[in-house]
Protein backbone atom coordinates (compact mmCIF):
# COMPACT_ATOMS: atom_id res chain seq x y z
CA UNK A 1 0.00 0.00 0.00
CA UNK A 2 1.60 3.64 -0.78
CA UNK A 3 0.32 6.40 1.14
CA UNK A 4 0.92 10.12 -0.55
CA UNK A 5 0.34 13.72 0.90
CA UNK A 6 0.30 16.50 -1.04
CA UNK A 7 1.62 19.78 0.65
CA UNK A 8 2.58 23.66 -0.80
CA UNK A 9 -0.41 24.86 -2.33
CA UNK A 10 -2.34 28.25 -1.23
CA UNK A 11 -3.04 31.38 -3.04
CA UNK A 12 -1.25 33.64 -5.10
CA UNK A 13 -1.70 36.15 -8.15
CA UNK A 14 -1.51 35.89 -11.27
CA UNK A 15 1.70 35.32 -13.13
CA UNK A 16 3.19 34.09 -9.51
CA UNK A 17 4.74 30.68 -8.81
CA UNK A 18 4.01 27.87 -6.40
CA UNK A 19 5.95 24.06 -6.00
CA UNK A 20 3.81 21.69 -4.44
CA UNK A 21 5.34 18.32 -3.07
CA UNK A 22 3.92 14.65 -2.89
CA UNK A 23 5.90 12.49 -0.16
CA UNK A 24 5.63 8.96 -0.29
CA UNK A 25 5.51 5.80 1.84
CA UNK A 26 6.68 2.30 1.01
CA UNK A 27 10.36 0.93 -0.01
CA UNK A 28 9.68 0.89 -3.82
CA UNK A 29 8.84 4.51 -4.84
CA UNK A 30 11.29 4.34 -7.28
CA UNK A 31 9.37 1.60 -9.11
CA UNK A 32 6.09 3.69 -9.90
CA UNK A 33 5.06 5.93 -12.13
CA UNK A 34 4.06 9.24 -10.86
CA UNK A 35 1.33 11.88 -12.26
CA UNK A 36 -0.56 14.97 -11.27
CA UNK A 37 -3.86 15.85 -11.58
CA UNK A 38 -6.33 18.75 -10.78
CA UNK A 39 -10.11 19.47 -10.62
CA UNK A 40 -10.77 22.75 -11.06
CA UNK A 41 -14.25 23.76 -9.03
CA UNK A 42 -17.50 22.31 -11.20
CA UNK A 43 -15.26 20.18 -13.26
CA UNK A 44 -14.08 16.80 -13.60
CA UNK A 45 -10.13 15.73 -12.57
CA UNK A 46 -7.95 16.34 -15.41
CA UNK A 47 -4.65 15.34 -16.10
CA UNK A 48 -1.30 17.73 -15.96
CA UNK A 49 1.66 15.97 -16.02
CA UNK A 50 3.34 12.34 -15.59
CA UNK A 51 7.15 11.62 -14.64
CA UNK A 52 7.97 8.10 -15.81
CA UNK A 53 10.35 5.60 -13.32
CA UNK A 54 12.92 6.92 -15.48
CA UNK A 55 12.27 10.61 -15.18
CA UNK A 56 11.07 11.62 -18.45
CA UNK A 57 8.06 13.48 -18.05
CA UNK A 58 5.10 14.65 -19.72
CA UNK A 59 2.86 17.32 -19.78
CA UNK A 60 -0.79 18.45 -20.60
CA UNK A 61 -0.70 21.42 -22.90
CA UNK A 62 -2.25 23.35 -21.14
CA UNK A 63 0.51 23.95 -18.76
CA UNK A 64 3.78 22.61 -21.21
CA UNK A 65 6.48 25.17 -21.05
CA UNK A 66 5.11 26.51 -17.52
CA UNK A 67 4.93 23.95 -15.03
CA UNK A 68 8.02 21.15 -14.43
CA UNK A 69 7.37 17.43 -13.03
CA UNK A 70 10.58 16.24 -11.35
CA UNK A 71 11.15 13.35 -8.90
CA UNK A 72 13.83 12.80 -6.15
CA UNK A 73 13.48 8.82 -5.58
CA UNK A 74 16.23 9.10 -2.57
CA UNK A 75 13.68 10.94 -0.67
CA UNK A 76 10.51 9.12 -1.99
CA UNK A 77 8.99 12.72 -3.25
CA UNK A 78 7.49 14.03 -6.58
CA UNK A 79 7.34 18.06 -7.04
CA UNK A 80 4.93 20.10 -9.44
CA UNK A 81 7.08 23.22 -10.19
CA UNK A 82 4.08 25.77 -11.65
CA UNK A 83 5.14 29.25 -13.05
CA UNK A 84 3.23 31.83 -14.99
CA UNK A 85 0.14 30.77 -12.84
CA UNK A 86 -3.18 31.74 -14.57
CA UNK A 87 -6.64 32.30 -12.56
CA UNK A 88 -7.87 28.41 -14.70
CA UNK A 89 -5.13 27.26 -12.98
CA UNK A 90 -6.97 27.05 -9.84
CA UNK A 91 -7.85 23.93 -8.82
CA UNK A 92 -7.32 20.79 -6.30
CA UNK A 93 -3.95 18.92 -7.19
CA UNK A 94 -3.78 15.63 -6.84
CA UNK A 95 -0.55 13.10 -6.76
CA UNK A 96 -1.38 9.76 -7.81
CA UNK A 97 1.13 6.54 -8.66
CA UNK A 98 0.32 3.54 -10.45
CA UNK A 99 1.78 -0.04 -10.51
CA UNK A 100 3.12 -0.39 -13.45
CA UNK A 101 5.71 0.10 -16.29
CA UNK A 102 3.89 3.26 -17.70
CA UNK A 103 2.93 6.81 -17.49
CA UNK A 104 -0.42 7.45 -18.82
CA UNK A 105 -2.71 10.12 -18.97
CA UNK A 106 -5.43 8.82 -17.97
CA UNK A 107 -6.16 8.84 -13.99
CA UNK A 108 -8.56 5.71 -14.17
CA UNK A 109 -4.55 3.84 -14.82
CA UNK A 110 -3.69 4.80 -11.31
CA UNK A 111 -3.96 3.12 -8.04
CA UNK A 112 -2.55 5.07 -5.32
CA UNK A 113 -3.78 9.20 -4.65
CA UNK A 114 -3.59 11.56 -2.13
CA UNK A 115 -6.07 14.11 -0.70
CA UNK A 116 -5.42 17.31 -2.49
CA UNK A 117 -3.37 20.52 -2.25
CA UNK A 118 -5.78 23.72 -2.90
CA UNK A 119 -3.86 26.15 -5.43
CA UNK A 120 -5.64 29.38 -5.89
CA UNK A 121 -4.43 31.58 -8.44
CA UNK A 122 -6.29 35.38 -8.55
CA UNK A 123 -6.67 37.74 -11.28
Known amino acids: QVQLVESGGGWVQTGGSLLLSCTTSGRTFRTYPMAWFRQAPGKEREFAATISRGGNPYYADSVKGRFTISRDNANQAVYLQMTSLKPEDTAVYFC?????????????????WGHGTQVTVSS
Open 96 to 112: AARDGVTAPSNQFDYNY
